[in-house]
């Protein structure tokens, strides 16, 4: 048996929440699994479909993860169990067990000055477990750069589902929106600085000149959005530009489909930086190339120049000329084709076995 301790973990939508869930499902097709997951509204309905057991953990922050991991000691002392899968070194803090401990690092979360009281903590817990698994190879690079013993850490790209087949109404539906808007642009993601929604619309204000029917689709919701949408307005780019959250998956889906070039060219703000980027994958699947920042660990999920191109999120011109030469001459569509080719790695059924190699 092995535990999956996370604190984030679906009904809860979001990147975190499908990498735990996926990881979850996957792993209990080959082995037996205990989740210990924090509480979410609506769980029981959840939880009571899966083949495998959830245990969930509520109250306020600091109590719920004392009480989690009293939980999970007495648990690791009652029960046979090989080893423990962490999403967060936070989730093994306070865990005692001599069992194997595996944690996942995501980039932003180990992400603190050296030397810092954060950064003491982050080393104590990962040079203390059998594995640190990195979502890219940057993520790698960062963690041993802040004092992670480096042959503690590997990397372990996130996975990702085959995509469900999309409904013919809600594709029907998105052509009927969108049907005189050429080239289309989409972003899914949260609206905060690291992901640089304002310098895609800033850019995006030059490339009207040029493709006046462009337009530029943002999904979610963030800090920044209201800030996003006076910039739009200030632009005078209110008929480019439209906005959607609270939708379903299935017209999300649809809208990225639909879409020509999946835009997301992540900087670091702060400490907060892009480790990975799975939504570049997931547009990537329904054959959507992408434009992604250098900074972060875009480059394990495109393929520079092939699946899409990596640019400097920092840079406007940079960010304008590489979305230029991917509209002119329809390039996106190459890089569409191949992106699509390219993703069949990131298969859950591909990467579980990556995870297999270092269990057993």
Known sequence: MYLIVTRAFPPELGGMQSLMW????????????????DYQENHKEF??????????????????????????????????????????????????????????????????????SLNKRVIKVLNNVEKVIA????????AINNGVNKDKVIVINPGVDPVPQLNKKTLEKVESLLKTKSP????????????????????LRNLKQIYPDIVYICIGYGEEEENIKDLV??????????????????????????????????IIHKTSVEGFGIAYIEAAQYGIPSLGGKDGGASDAINHDKTGLICDGNNLDDIYSSLNSMIENKKYYVLGKNAK????????????????????
Request: overall charge positive; some cysteine.
């Open 22 to 37: 996926g990881l979850t499902q996957e792993m209990s097709k080959n082995f037996m699994i205990k989740v210990f997951a």
């Open 47 to 116: 939880d009571k479909n899966e083949n495998f057991s959830i245990e969930r953990v509520g109250g306020i922050k600091f109590l719920r993860k004392i009480r989690k991991a009293q939980l999970i000691n007495e648990f690791l002392k009652e029960n046979k169990v090989q080893g423990v899968i962490a999403d967060h070194w936070k989730s093994l803090e306070l865990i005692n067990t001599d069992k194997k401990r595996y944690c996942l690092i995501h980039g932003k979360e180990i992400n603190h000055p050296k030397g810092s």
């Open 135 to 142: 979502n890219s190879q940057y993520t790698k690079n960062l």
């Open 184 to 203: 289309r642009l989409i972003t899914v993601s949260r609206f905060d600085k690291r992901k640089n929604h304002e310098k895609i619309v800033m850019a």
């Open 233 to 266: 307005k200030e632009l005078n780019l209110s008929s480019q530009v439209m906005f959607f959250k609270d939708i379903s998956n299935d017209l999300k889906n649809s809208l990225i489909a639909k879409s020509n070039i999946f835009v997301m060219p992540s």
């Open 341 to 360: 080719e390219y993703v069949s790695k990131f298969q859950w059924e591909n990467i579980i076995k990556e995870y297999k190699e270092i269990l057993n």
